[in-house]
């Protein structure tokens, strides 16, 4: 326990069921090491769930993906007034929308602001002309706010540590921690399915997460002759410019891809699956592989950052990032071998154990909160 009253955490999250999935274990951690844990986020479905940990709830407005100064507005006026109630010492902003807005609406204040930047977004990731057109002013802004001195940038991997480098962050504004960790107990291995070598992908619908290229790999493996099902779990994002849309849906169906939605039991998702897919643009540090690792799975992914960390060259396979070609040639690879598939899967747990774990990470976020607590004193 700290010593003295209780001070104020604040966590500023977009959405609440991001903060349940992806911050439970490290607020859990921070409300037993003794802070005073408040949560700030678009409430939807998970109010009681917050709640019934013993943390308190502010409803803010949250736009995620507008770039509107009204929309902005809003949630800098609504976190600035409870900045005003409560009073944190310290505040989390997870991912990067949310570390803008809020560090805007921390300016002035008397707070230790944590950044968390959990990946770069649309605005770094995608080719278009729009996003092309506001990278510059998002370079700049981030520069300003994530280097002040009352700031710590919080990344997930080396590779987002070396582009705030780039961006001229001081290094000493910038601390790492392998992602959000994942639930050993609630993740474990089970042995493969019976029937067709199936592939699994878990994660929002968006073309920065390769899913047309994971589509297109399907359909080529088809073309071989080489059966293979794949079912994918998560739901389009009509806020991300990436999202797919309905027909796309509609034809992958049609083509006999399960596109199965959202899901809640991802364990058992995992469990009915072969193979662990993630052709992503560029990851924080993926949940979804972490999950796949951890039930013993083993894993495809793009060479990216974020990827990278999680699938070593004893836990998976890495390919190309937007190569269709080599996404089915590493995919029919893995379904010709179960020894390979088992070996691989068998890493990839014992990788999880080692560096991933939900205790492990929380235990670094929580020293993280009291090293900067300790320097503000």
């Known amino acids: 326990m ?3 009253t209780r001070p104020r955490l604040l966590y500023v999250v977009s959405e609440d069921w991001y903060f349940l999935s992806h911050r439970l274990p490290m607020a859990r951690a921070a409300r037993d090491a003794g802070f005073d844990v408040h949560v700030a986020t678009h409430v939807q479905h998970g109010a009681e769930a917050i709640r019934r940990e013993g943390f308190v709830l502010h409803s803010i407005p949250f736009e995620r993906g507008k770039l509107s100064i009204g929309a902005g507005w809003r949630t800098i006026r609504a976190i600035r007034s409870i900045h005003a109630d409560i009073q944190p010492v310290l505040a989390h902003h997870v991912s ?17 602001c944590v950044n968390a930047v959990t990946g770069f977004g649309f605005a770094f990731t995608s080719s278009s002309l729009k996003a092309r057109a506001i990278r510059p002013a998002i370079a700049s802004l981030l520069r300003w706010l ?9 990344v997930q991997n080396p590779d987002d540590r070396a582009a705030l480098l780039g961006l001229r962050v001081p290094a000493d504004r910038i601390v790492c921690i392998a992602g959000s960790g994942v639930d050993l107990e609630r993740f474990t291995p089970t042995p493969e399915p019976a029937g067709v070598i199936t592939v699994g992908f878990v994660g929002r619908l968006l073309a920065d997460k390769g899913v047309h290229t994971l589509v297109e790999a399907h359909h080529l493996l088809k073309s071989r002759g080489v059966e293979i099902a794949l079912q994918m779990a998560g739901t389009p994002d009509p806020a991300n410019p990436s999202s797919v849309t309905e027909a796309e849906l509609a034809a992958w169906r049609a083509a006999g891809i399960s596109v199965l939605g959202h899901i809640d039991d991802i364990p058992a998702f ?7 897919v993630l052709p992503s643009r560029r990851e924080g540090l993926p949940k979804s592989l972490l ?12 060479d990216v950052p974020g990827c990278r960390e999680v699938v070593g060259t004893e836990s998976g396979l890495l390919v190309r990032v937007d190569d269709p070609v080599a996404l089915a040639d590493a995919i029919e690879r893995l379904a ?8 691989l899967g068998a890493a990839a747990r014992q990788s999880a154990e080692a560096r991933f774990g939900n ?18 004193a």
């Not at 990067?96 to 230790?112: K, T």
């Not at 994530?146 to 919080?154: D, F, M, N, T």
């Open 96 to 112: 990067l929308q949310p570390a803008v807005l809020a560090s805007m609406a921390a300016l002035g204040r008397d707070v230790v």
């Open 336 to 343: 010709a071998s179960q020894e390979l598939r088992q070996r």
């Open 359 to 376: 205790e492990r990470i929380a235990r670094e976020t929580v020293a993280l909160y009291q090293r900067l607590l300790s320097a503000r």
């Open 2 to 4: 700290l010593a003295g």
């Open 291 to 302: 999950e796949a690792a951890a039930s013993g799975r083993p894993m495809i992914a793009s």
């Open 270 to 276: 995992w469990a009915s699956a072969h193979i662990a």
């Open 146 to 154: 994530l280097g002040r001195p009352s700031s710590v940038a919080l």
